[in-house]
């Protein structure tokens, strides 16, 4: 036993190669700087290493992990074909690996990587991967993983995987013992999205809706049958014996259902007592065609839309408002909103801000959207008009680039990417130009948005623009070295299309001390629905907890509305602007790790690659279609009830980050 703690503490990761690594991540360099790592001893080191490399996510990783894969350790192997699941163009690496790879959580780890990566070619492995027994020494990861990638695959659209035979093997591992594989059959055949089924097969479901104990298993199985086309009366079946399910989560999978499969049935959630139900049920309802939508939901939008509903919200956690904003976006994506009221009368000054937004998105003139985008003291109201504008009007949205409110401004310099007008090549100028407006939330979307527009302007055979405006030149020099690395990179791209030397800008990526990171233990989140207690996960996403934990103990979170809370999904927080468009006025690298969206699992919020600041979210239950796409960086411990009970608007009243060497949740 000496011997051996002997040879650990001769062959482990370094301090100093740990934090070497983490720059490295963070300043996203070149492949090549990680050369030293791959060959190390010590193979806590060269797993290190191939985490790196597929948060690098670029080519030049493919080689390196290519070797990797065939590293002697396990855990360097698990960790390359993760990292290979984030790297686009590694199919064929996974699929040889997979012909070779013995060890039961390796091959489980490229089976998952597979269904981010893979085509029709990975079909047939994962369908052999599908078949591994269980024992109890040898769980089925390999199984579960396969399944969840052949639903992976499917959401890609990959048409091998919908095939009756994937079906078929996937309705077969439902008669599993082990629950979590059931749970992955489960979940691929809802993400399948299959509109025809057999006989056998419908049976199959029927049977193990009935006899399933796990409820997220049901949940799951309740939302494959909503694509499933000319079976009303088995459908019916089945969603109404869902509809009335102990568990809220099947429930809520049964308005899902049965809102793709046209299920009046929908109306019954209406009277159901919990609130994520009932609000999934006012959605169904205002989406299924030949309801009563007037008797049915006119008494929500009546009983939520005023001042007194708002009061009550603030004061109690009162869900009426939020159901009668649930009940106008619903009806308005039908173009239904209009057949009950006059969406102006929900834009009157005396209605509540959540209100006014929800009928901007009603609201078909040009006119009143402009105004509403331009002057309107409610920001959510601002977004919400100029996404109308821009839906309903194209071109005619342009004037709002001038916008004070850098959101607004964003959402039309969007649409000009796809859309390039030389005549606005001057206001999109003006966007990276204006230092007071740059410093307002949003402005960080605003300039990177801004850039790319531009780029579309001068880079072409022949370009749109061929002489840029006199004062590009000044603004992209300014913004090379943003703190933001997503308005960097758009700069610095903008900046070699109109050849500006950038060579000699250097740029001072914050610096992370990982001993005092390591000492982050967890956080105490006081919200209007009572105490969640968290643990910070620092030895998997280091730069991610330690920027959490900087902006709560600075007090930023505290006030902060929890924004979005989609039942049974997510709820999310930390934007200080309330419609989940702010952020701190800076971003991280993400650091995509290991771990998987179970149910409480914390994640941070992105709007692409690298864009992480101050949103982040939580789970209401197994995501799995999440693993890989967002860095997790925490778990809910205590208080994730109270989660279920949020509603868009609830408070963060607090949250207090706890550290070692300080009293913790555990004492």
């Avoid at 990566?117 to 369908?127: M, R």
Wanted: with cysteine; glycine share 8%.
């Amino acid at each position: 036993m000496f011997l051996f703690l002997l040879l650990s503490a001769a062959f482990a990761l370094s301090v100093d190669d740990e934090q070497q690594m983490l720059r490295i991540e963070a300043q996203r360099l070149h492949p090549k700087t990680l050369a030293p790592y791959l060959k190390h001893d010590d193979p806590q080191t060269r797993a290190r290493a191939a985490r790196a490399l597929g948060r690098l996510r670029t080519a030049g990783s493919l080689s390196p992990l290519g070797r990797l894969i065939y590293d002697t350790a396990p855990a360097v192997r698990e960790e390359a074909a993760f990292a290979l699941g984030q790297t686009f163009g590694s199919e064929r690496d996974l699929l040889l690996a997979w012909e070779e790879e013995t060890e039961p959580t390796v091959k489980a780890r490229i089976c998952e990587a597979l269904g981010k990566q893979g085509t029709d070619q990975a079909v047939s492995v994962l369908l052999t991967s599908l078949q591994q027994q269980t024992t109890f020494l040898r769980p089925p990861l390999e199984a579960e993983a396969a399944a969840i990638a052949l639903g992976r695959l499917s959401t890609r659209d990959v048409a091998a995987a919908r095939q009756a035979l994937v079906v078929d093997a996937l309705i077969r591992q439902l008669s599993r013992h082990d629950v979590r594989t059931r749970r992955a059959a489960a979940f691929a055949l809802a993400r399948g999205r299959h509109q025809q089924l057999t006989k056998h097969q419908k049976e199959a479901i029927s049977k193990r809706i009935a006899r399933e104990g796990d409820p997220d298993t049901r949940a799951f199985l309740v939302k494959s049958i909503g694509s499933v086309m000319g079976e009303e009366e088995w459908i019916d079946e089945l969603l109404s014996e869902a509809i009335v399910d102990p568990d809220a989560g099947v429930r809520i999978a049964a308005l899902r259902a049965g809102t793709k499969a046209g299920w009046s049935g929908v109306e019954i959630g209406l009277e159901d007592l919990h609130i994520g139900v009932k609000r999934e049920a006012v959605r169904s309802v205002a989406t299924v065609s030949g309801l009563n939508h007037r008797a049915l939901l006119l008494p929500y939008i009546t009983a939520g839309a005023n001042m007194e509903a708002e009061e009550a919200f603030r004061a109690t956690g009162d869900p009426r408002l939020i159901l009668a904003e649930d009940a106008i976006v619903a009806l308005d994506s039908q173009e239904r909103l209009s057949l009950l009221m006059e969406p102006n009368e929900l834009l009157q000054k005396d209605r509540p801000d959540r209100i006014r937004a929800a009928a901007a998105r009603g609201q078909r003139d040009s006119a009143t959207l402009a105004a509403i985008a331009l002057n309107d003291p409610s920001g959510s109201t601002r977004v919400a008009a100029a996404d109308g504008m821009v839906t309903h009007y194209g071109s005619e949205a342009l004037p709002l680039l001038e916008a004070r409110d850098p959101v607004v401004a964003t959402i039309v310099a969007e649409w000009l990417i796809e859309n390039p007008d030389p005549s606005k090549e001057s206001k999109l100028v003006q966007l990276l130009a204006e230092p007071n407006r740059n410093k307002l939330s949003g402005a960080a979307d605003m300039m990177a948005v801004a850039a790319q527009a531009l780029t579309v302007l001068y880079d072409g055979a022949p370009p749109i623009i061929r002489k840029p405006d006199p004062r590009l030149n000044e603004a992209l020099k300014t913004h090379l070295s943003h703190p933001n690395r997503q308005v960097r990179q758009s700069i610095g791209v903008l900046a070699a299309v109109v050849g500006l030397e950038t060579s000699a800008v250097v740029v001072k990526d914050a610096s992370y001390d990982l001993a005092s990171i390591r000492d982050i233990q967890g956080a105490r989140l006081l919200t209007s629905r009572g105490e969640v207690i968290m643990d910070l996960l620092p030895e998997h996403a280091p730069i991610t907890v330690d920027n959490f934990a900087k902006l709560a103990e600075s007090g930023y979170f505290d006030g902060l509305s929890l924004h979005r809370a989609i039942p049974d999904f997510v709820v999310q927080g930390g934007d200080p602007r309330g419609d989940g468009t702010g952020g701190p006025g800076w971003a991280i690298p993400d650091e995509i790790n290991l771990l998987a969206y179970e149910e409480g699992a914390v994640g941070m919020a992105l709007s692409g690659p690298d864009t992480g600041g101050s949103q982040w979210f939580v789970t209401l239950g197994p995501q799995p279609h999440l693993n890989g796409e967002y860095t997790i960086f925490g778990r809910i411990i205590e208080g994730l009830p109270s989660l279920h009970e949020i509603i868009p608007g609830d408070k963060i009243y607090s949250i207090t980050i706890e550290r070692r060497g300080q009293n913790t949740h555990s004492d």
